[in-house]
């Protein structure tokens, strides 16, 4: 994976945020949708980019889709991931992303389930 496609996936506010999000574990594209405030296809666009470029990948799990961090990330996007999470810790968008995905995933059963599996598959 090349550097600078990785810098040219973050360096938009939406798909920096979609990223941090989805070091938590897998989301569906409504729960994302949910959390920054944005309409359903800005998001779904976002997401396709970074899926075009090896950032993130998807998959169905019934009427839903799912994005999640690739299992094993070339080495240059783990470590832009693992810098991504030193950086965000300050800034309040971020955090406040965190709290609105607690919540999500407190009201959600079948989200749990998914993020479960993924976790035993990278395992």
Request: charged share 25%.
């Amino acid at each position: 994976m090349d550097l600078i496609a990785i810098y040219k996936c973050l360096c938009d506010q939406t798909r920096l945020r979609l990223v941090h999000l989805l070091t938590q574990g897998p989301l569906c594209v409504c729960h994302l949708q949910s959390i920054l405030g944005a309409p359903q296809v800005a998001v779904s666009k976002h997401l396709a980019y970074l899926r075009e470029r090896g950032v993130v990948e998807s998959q169905r799990h019934e009427q839903w889709m799912i994005y999640r961090l690739p299992n094993k990330p070339q080495p240059e996007l783990e470590m832009q991931l693992r810098c991504l999470q030193d950086c965000v810790q300050t800034h309040l968008v971020f955090r406040e992303d965190l709290k609105k995905l607690k919540k999500i995933r407190s009201d959600c059963d079948w989200l749990e389930d998914v993020v479960a599996t993924q976790r035993t598959a990278r395992k």
